[in-house]
């Protein structure tokens, strides 16, 4: 059987950050709003009234400070709490084509390969903009790859490693000589900047992983082994889709105080995802970990899942035994805050090119479904 290779990555980063006091000043002055127009219905006890949020209680509870945006101003603009993305035609690129593009195009370079080298697009992320045709039938087509094939796959935040995965055994079994994994996320799109509990977790980023079959180039990462797992949560949720319009009365979508009801988008408990997703995630690495026969130190580098700096201590800590931080388990959500599938990839990219040749680590994803994945890796010499 062939072996596959992370050849390289690719990241495109929006040109827009939002500081957590830019975002705070935003949704205080919403919540200053909205208390004032129902003032009335407050003190009768028939609303709640809204309480500010805290560029403090943000950087302690997560780690974030600022985050990518594809549109800031819609996002700050407090009469509209949303990105503004303009609609485009069907003739022009699809926003989430045209960003993943990008990080597909800085993949090929960094690993020297041209579009006649790659047989095969997943697009891997935790939102796709419409049901079909395919985003990465679309990425295929932009970057002109014509002898080829591409197909969707959501796993949300662990999009990426189950795409890794399957892309490598697509690679390992002969169906392909090289494959890009590509994950746009325009979290934005689908965060609620008006929820106080949750406004500050998403950003925006697009990454993109490049594997091949070994023998046909040098250098990149050899996968020593991956292992999927999920188990059902309603912890993390989105109930966007296309029996809304079903489901209402009407039957034209509008669903009245239903499609107004923050299920329509992310909504998590947080904490409970907290308390479960650690153990589940350190348990599942030191397991892999002892089937591969590896141990703690022989572990360089662990790339988690950015969405909480605490989580990652903690997790961190649990796979090396001892305090880890650092380098040993870089962060990124400090700037991009959580990218949904991009956020291990994105650490890898900017946190891998002083690895030498025979150091290990892991890829290691997590999140809704529950979901997550650990893909060790070698560092090959070349
Ligand atoms: C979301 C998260 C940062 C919240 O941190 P937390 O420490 O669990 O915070 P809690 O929600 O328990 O809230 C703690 C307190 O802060 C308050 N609070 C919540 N949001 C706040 C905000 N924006 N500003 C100020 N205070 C806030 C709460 O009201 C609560 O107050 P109380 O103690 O008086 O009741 C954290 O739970 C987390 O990251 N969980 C993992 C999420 C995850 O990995 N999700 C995967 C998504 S893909």
């Known amino acids: 059987m062939a072996t596959a290779v992370i050849r390289s990555t690719g990241l495109w980063t929006p040109e827009h950050s939002i500081t957590n006091d830019e975002l705070v000043t ?8 909205y208390n004032a127009q129902n003032a009335d219905a407050i003190t009768r ?13 943000i950087e302690k509870a997560s780690g974030i400070q600022s985050r ?4 800031k101003e819609g996002i700050l603009d407090v009469n509209r709490m949303t990105p503004h993305l303009p609609l485009r035609e069907n003739t022009d690129i699809s926003i989430l084509a045209e960003m993943g593009v990008k990080a597909c195009r800085q993949a090929m370079e960094r690993a020297d390969k041209t579009l006649d080298d790659i047989d095969g697009v997943i697009c891997a992320a935790s939102n796709m903009q419409r049901a079909y045709p395919a985003m990465a039938i679309e990425i295929q087509e932009a970057l002109g790859i014509e002898d080829g094939f591409g197909f969707d ?23 392909a000589r090289a494959i890009l ?7 934005s799109a689908h965060l609620n900047w008006r929820d106080r509990d949750s406004h500050f977790i998403f950003g925006d980023v697009a990454t993109a992983i490049l594997l091949e079959r070994e023998d046909l180039g040098d250098g990149g990462f050899k996968i020593l082994g991956s292992r999927l ?22 039957g034209r979508g509008d ?16 904490r409970k995802v907290f308390k479960e997703v650690v153990p589940m995630v350190s348990d599942m690495i030191l397991d892999h970990m002892g089937t591969l026969g590896l141990k703690p130190e022989d572990m360089k580098r662990v790339w988690l899942h950015q969405a909480n700096i605490n989580m990652n201590l903690l997790i961190a800590k649990k796979v090396f035994g001892r305090e880890a931080g650092g380098e040993d388990a870089p962060t990124i959500l400090d700037t991009y805050a959580n990218t ?9 990219h900017k946190h891998s090119d002083d690895l030498k040749a025979g150091d290990k680590g892991v890829i290691c994803s997590f999140g809704a479904g529950y979901s997550a994945g650990s893909i060790f890796v070698e560092k090959l010499g070349g």
């Open 153 to 175: 796959m959501n796993v949300a935040c662990s999009s990426a490693t189950f795409g890794i995965r399957t892309a490598a055994s697509l690679i390992e079994s002969g169906g």
């Open 340 to 348: 949904s599938s991009a956020g291990s990839i994105i650490a890898f």
């Open 229 to 250: 797992r999920t188990k059902f949560s309603n912890n993390i949720r989105n109930n966007f889709g296309f029996l809304n319009r079903a489901e209402s009365a009407d």
């Open 181 to 187: 994994v590509v994950n746009p996320e325009i979290c």
């Open 26 to 33: 935003a949704f205080n002055a919403y919540v200053a709003q």
């Open 255 to 270: 669903l009245g105080a239903e499609a107004a009801k923050d299920d329509k988008l992310f909504i998590q408990e947080g």
């Open 68 to 71: 990518y945006v594809l549109d």
């Open 45 to 57: 006890g028939e609303l709640e009234a809204l309480s500010p949020s805290s560029a403090e209680f």
